[in-house]
């Protein structure tokens, strides 16, 4: 079948890891994974000028449920993201990012190079990294579950990002301040975790009541203040460590695009954290503007 932006399509997928310093062979068996997939075209611009298609793949079973494994050694899950560097030549700034994120963050993803073929065609160096989602492996934040309508249960987990309203789903609120004092740009957060298909309206009312009280506060007086101003609402040292990513990395998208934010429940946490990290392809001075 033909691959498709969504949804995706049950495919088959092998996976020869012969191990460090070792040749794969076409004609080697798959001695690491040989089992059904569903697979789909992601991302935005990526996909669309780029003659390297990324795409998300998630491990199935015959009868298309999820099936967990630990994927080219990654931690165990069934969601996982091909990342195909295109404009990046070097073909490591994602990798790079992520590998400096995961020595100072509570959590960036993991990932493995691979070659890829698609039908017996050869695609090229493709990134292999974990999709960013709620897991005791990846974002370990509390589940907030449909039925998590008030009390502690509903003020965590959320995962909401500020990205593009192209390639995927995007369903969120816009901020009642600009981005830049006399802008006229606002920030969109979009929904992440809970699924915007998922999230039910006194979720939605929460986390932007939060997010709005936060952002109150940032835009007050004694926005410097505790327990008034950003200590009462920020993880500091992840907004640090997220900073220094960006700026490091030179990245253009840094703060607007591909820019994660998490909130677990206040029992365990009542700050909001920056991360994970999340696309640097342009990053490192890979671009002209």
Do not use: C
Not at 26 to 39: A, E, F, T
Not at 191 to 197: E, F, G, L, M, Q
Not at 210 to 233: L, S, V
């Amino acid at each position: 079948k033909t691959i498709l932006d969504e949804p995706k399509i049950q495919a088959r997928m092998q996976i020869t890891d012969r191990g460090p310093g070792l040749i794969n062979h076409l004609s080697d068996p798959p001695n690491h994974y040989d089992g059904y997939i569903g697979i789909e075209w992601r991302g935005s611009t990526s996909q669309f000028f780029s003659d390297k298609k990324p795409y998300s793949v998630e491990t199935r079973k015959a009868d298309s449920t999820d099936l967990t494994v630990a994927l080219l050694g990654l931690p165990k899950e069934s969601d996982w993201v091909f990342i195909a560097p295109f404009s990046d030549k070097s073909l490591v700034r994602d990798a790079f990012a992520l590998e400096l994120a995961r020595r100072i963050m509570p959590w960036a993803s993991h990932s493995r190079f691979v070659e890829l073929l698609v039908n017996d065609e050869y695609q090229g160096i493709y990134l292999v990294a974990e999709k960013i989602k709620r897991d005791k492996n990846r974002v370990n934040i509390a589940k907030l579950d449909s039925d998590d309508l008030a009390g502690d249960s509903l003020t965590g987990g959320y995962i909401i990002k500020l990205d593009k309203t192209t390639g995927a789903t995007a369903d969120g609120w816009e901020s009642p301040y600009f981005s830049l004092p006399g802008g006229w740009q606002r920030p969109f957060y979009q929904y992440h975790v809970p699924k915007p298909a998922d999230i039910r309206p006194e979720q939605r009312q929460y986390i932007q009541q939060w997010m709005t009280a936060f952002e109150d506060a940032m835009y007050g007086p004694q926005f410097a203040t505790p327990g008034i101003g950003y200590p009462k609402y920020l993880d500091v040292p992840s907004f640090i460590d997220f900073t220094l990513i960006n700026e490091i990395a030179k990245n253009v998208d840094g703060y607007r695009l591909s820019t994660f934010l998490y909130k677990d429940r206040d029992s365990q946490n009542p700050h909001l954290f920056a991360g994970p990290i999340w696309d640097f392809n342009i990053g490192f001075g890979n671009v002209n503007y």
